[in-house]
């Protein structure tokens, strides 16, 4: 089983949509939880970090962690074309000092106009 | 320049042959990273270094080495490729720290023959 599991698509969507991209784990501990987005031939930025359950909003886009059920979401609201790319969930931890940093298979997301 | 840079941007390889991706990050980034990311299976790590002089092993290490001989360079080496080592390859960064993003480079891709 792996650590993280995403389910990849690939997900479409008409134009301000509200989409939502989820991940499980299975590894506790786990303490931060982030999203980032790629861009087609480019390298994943940061979308989103959260550490604590709950939620998190950041203009358009909310991430939710529940701990309980080792279940993490990310939402867009009224989704734009501009925000067609792949959405990679990504977990940490702290092992002896060092990051470890556990990565979804990524969900490739195209926004219809 | 600001980031993380790599070299080539995409690379063809006789099986067989020798090849180091070049990966250079001006943000005095103590961690540096290598990832993998192939279709379906998202980012994998090959290697890391926590510090200058340090190494270590990630997920999927065989068939490549690296070195981190000063602060900024982290070199990925592939000692005789094979086709399986066919894939995009990301260089990735870290200020040491309790959390701290990481930053990606834009990626090489390489196709091994």
């Known amino acids: 089983q792996k650590e993280v599991e995403q389910d990849p698509g690939p997900l479409s969507v008409p134009e301000g949509a509200i989409v939502s991209l989820n991940c499980t784990y299975s590894?506790?501990?786990?303490?931060?939880f982030m999203w980032y987005r790629q861009y087609s031939r480019k390298g994943p930025e940061l979308l989103m970090y959260t550490y604590s359950s709950g939620n998190k909003e950041d203009g358009r886009f909310t991430a939710q962690v529940d701990k309980s059920s080792k279940y993490i979401s990310l939402f867009i609201r009224d989704s734009q074309p501009s925000d067609s790319a792949t959405y990679l969930c990504?977990?940490?931890?702290?092992?002896?000092?060092?990051?470890?940093?556990?990565f979804g298979q990524g969900t490739r997301l195209t926004i219809n106009p | 320049i600001a980031g993380i840079t790599q070299a080539p941007t995409s690379q063809i390889l006789a099986a067989g042959r020798r090849m180091t991706l070049r990966c250079t990050q001006d943000?005095?980034?103590?961690?540096m990273y290598w990832y993998r990311q192939d279709l379906g299976l998202g980012l994998r790590l090959i290697h890391y270094s926590n510090t200058a002089g340090t190494t270590g092993k990630g997920e999927v290490p065989d068939g490549y080495s690296v070195s981190r001989a000063n602060t900024d360079d982290f070199p990925l080496t592939l000692a005789s490729a094979v086709p399986s080592q066919t894939s995009v390859y990301f260089c990735?960064?870290?200020?040491?720290?309790?959390?701290?993003?990481?930053?990606f480079g834009p990626g090489t891709r390489l196709t091994v023959l």
């Open positions: 590894n506790s501990a786990f303490q931060y």
């Open positions: 943000m005095r980034h103590n961690a």
């Open positions: 990735a960064s870290r200020l040491d720290g309790t959390y701290n993003e990481q930053f």
């Open positions: 990504a977990m940490s931890a702290l092992l002896l000092g060092a990051q470890k940093l556990v």
